[in-house]
């Protein structure tokens, strides 16, 4: 099906025509109005109807082909390959994102660790000496492609156990067990993949990740996990809003 969208172009602001309309067809995926499969006008038509130029139209597809949110195919046009899971920078967890997001998300245990943390991770964590912790391995799927690579460190008395952790996802299990948390310092970065990361991915060495180290707080000011995930570059992002003051 080819999806004519109702597109507005400001030709007043400094922005570039051409990324304004890459917005513009992102926006529409994310939002739902344009779905995996659907078509886009061609370059001809859609340059007509918008008033811009090819090479204007073409910059602006390119930017999103570059990013893996369509694809060019011959006889057939170009097409939306997948809806990029956005996530706002605020507290919530990669789970309950990609549900709110119409997605489906499983998760593959890759390790469950009960032991005694060493002393960087324990001072991390805030435990006593000789208090256990639990180091948690998971790759997170989104429709059943691979999304990210996610690993947790908890004190040991408050961690679900494995089952849950596949079911339901971390912070839910948490929240069951009447911890709630409230704060968290996040650290969002890139990286190229380590080949670990690149097999539990499939995807090249060295392909684009995006990083998040997190430590999350409970109401008491108590440290409760620290998180280290990474996130395939052309499937997720981070959004936030800038105010000035």
């Known amino acids: 099906m080819i999806t004519q969208l109702a597109i507005q172009l400001d030709r007043s602001t400094p922005i570039p025509l051409y ?39 073409r910059q602006a597809i390119q930017e999103l082909v570059d990013k893996g949110v369509l694809v060019r195919k011959r006889g057939v046009g170009t097409q939306v390959v997948q809806n990029p ?13 990609l549900t709110g997001a119409g997605l489906h998300p499983t ?16 001072d991390e964590l805030q435990l006593e000496v000789g208090v256990e912790a639990v180091s948690i391995k998971r790759l997170r799927r989104s429709n059943g492609e691979p999304l990210a690579v996610m ?23 948490l929240r069951s067990r009447g911890v709630h948390i409230r704060l968290a310092r996040q650290r969002i970065g890139a990286k190229g993949a380590d080949p670990g990361e690149a097999e539990i991915l499939g995807v090249d060495t060295g392909a684009a990740l995006l990083t998040m180290q997190r430590t999350a707080f409970d109401d008491s000011g108590k440290v409760v996990e620290i998180g280290r995930h990474v996130y395939l570059a052309d499937h997720y992002f981070f959004e936030t809003t800038v105010v000035s003051r």
Do not use: C, M, W
């Open 19 to 57: 990324h304004q309309l890459a917005q513009a067809i992102e926006s529409a995926i994310v939002g739902g109005e344009l779905t995996p499969g659907d078509r886009l006008e061609n370059e001809l038509d859609l340059a007509k109807r918008l008033g811009l130029s090819r090479p204007t139209i």
């Open 85 to 97: 899971v956005h996530r706002s920078v605020e507290l919530t967890s990669l789970f309950d994102d």
């Open 107 to 122: 998760t593959q245990l890759l390790e469950y660790r009960v032991h005694i943390p060493d002393h960087d991770l324990r």
């Open 151 to 173: 690993i947790n460190h908890l004190p040991a008395e408050i961690s679900p156990p494995p089952g849950e952790l596949e079911a339901d996802g971390l912070y839910r299990g």
